[in-house]
């Protein structure tokens, strides 16, 4: 006879991603369903600003309260203040569990979001209405939710799923050019990790002057997605493969340090960083073409010339970044295209002369 008792929990929850232009019928269909007359939406400033008709007129059709919350622009909104903001508006509103939360904006948006539905009432339902193409290729999916600290991005959050995700590229019709490019880099990411036809894509819709065009991103919107569902599936709490996702990554950070966190977007910081992984790549034996990447270059308009820590500096940066385990640093590099591997760096001065690689690369 044992004390022990088996505990057997399960984190899965399936869910469905939605793709299309104007999915206004399709979510109408899909909320016919709940029992609530009460519903959340939290929304990116510039999303209610311009596309309130779009999401009101078919949410407004099933529930009778539709309670509209407002969420600043940029990267300084997931923070503890617009956190509890956010709460004091659902809990002051009347929430129950089965009430909904419309979480409708980009990555900054749905994580917030995610994480006041994640945390009221130890959770209500999710949905997602990425209006990004980072949020529809990436921070939608996956169920990573939360908020920023003053000692770093992202440090405070939890794991919690989606009921549907609804990516309508009908938003992107107002995404200026640079938050296509921001976008863009997780795609190229997918690209390099996964599926090389991906850049052959990105580059015909270039070629098609089609880059700000939504309708011609859709398959290559749903080819990302179904690649991160994929990975994220076989890895919910990311403790394996789902860490291939951070190619690129581990660089990306310290270079969004280094420009507080305004200077550079994730998407221009993971671009150099991907640069950087394939470099270190190669020095260990690898032979991946730099020109994959390369070729994208002239669409970022970025220069790190600003950046004056040394290399030394940034490799111990490195170490603080919170994917660090026993302060060694792990590289998520490429064996071949496509193949990725994790790396636990023993070398500190391939290290440096990856930094340095990089930063004459974006003088
Ligand atoms: N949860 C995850 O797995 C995950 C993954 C990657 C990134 N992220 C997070 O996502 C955030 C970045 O997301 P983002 O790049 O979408 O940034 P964002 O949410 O700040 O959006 C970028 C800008 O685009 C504007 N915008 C949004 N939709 C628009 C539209 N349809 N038309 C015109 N403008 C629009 C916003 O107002 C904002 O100014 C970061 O905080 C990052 O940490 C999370």
């Known amino acids: 006879m044992s004390d022990l008792i088996s505990v057997q929990t399960s984190t899965e929850k399936n869910y469905q991603l939605h793709f299309g232009h104007d999915l206004s019928d399709q979510l109408e269909f899909y909320i016919h369903s709940f029992s609530s007359k009460k519903a959340f939406v939290l929304v990116d400033a510039f999303v209610l600003e311009h596309h309130r008709l779009h999401f009101e007129s078919a949410l407004s059709k099933k529930f009778e309260e539709l309670h509209i919350f407002e969420i600043p622009r940029g990267e300084q909104a997931k923070s503890f203040n617009i956190y509890q903001k956010a709460l004091n508006f659902v809990l002051e509103k009347g929430v129950e569990r089965e009430t909904p939360l419309f979480a409708i904006g980009g990555g900054v948006t749905g994580d917030l979001a995610g994480f006041v539905a994640a945390t009221v009432l130890r959770g209500i339902p999710l949905i997602h209405i990425p209006t990004t193409l980072l949020a529809m290729v990436d921070s939608s999916i996956g169920g990573k939710t939360g908020i920023n600290h003053e000692v770093g991005k992202n440090l405070v959050g939890s794991f919690y799923q989606p009921e549907a995700v609804f990516a309508d590229v009908k938003y992107l019709e107002t995404l200026p050019h640079k938050e296509w490019v921001n976008g863009l880099s997780e795609v190229l990411k997918y690209g390099m990790i996964h599926s090389p036809e991906i850049l052959e894509q990105v580059n015909s819709l270039l070629e098609n002057d089609e880059f700000n065009n939504g309708k011609a991103w859709l398959p290559l919107i749903q080819k990302s997605a179904q690649i991160k569902t994929d990975i994220v599936a076989e890895d919910v709490l990311e403790s394996g493969k789902r860490a291939y ?119």
Request: hydrophobic share 40%.
């Open 245 to 363: 996702l951070n190619f690129g990554h581990t660089f990306a950070h310290v270079i969004e340090k280094e420009g507080n966190y305004s200077k550079y977007s994730h998407g221009e910081a993971v671009y150099a960083g991907m640069i950087a992984a394939v470099y270190a790549s190669n020095e260990l034996g690898a032979e991946i073409d730099p020109s994959n990447l390369l070729q994208f270059k002239s669409l970022y308009e970025l220069s790190l010339n600003e950046i004056t820590s040394s290399p030394e500096e940034l490799v111990e940066f490195m170490k603080t970044d919170k994917k660090v385990k026993d302060e060694q640093i792990q590289l998520i590099l490429l064996q071949e295209p496509s193949f990725p591997y994790v790396h636990k760096i023993t070398e500190i001065e391939l290290i440096n002369q990856t930094w340095q690689h990089t930063l004459k690369i974006f003088q």
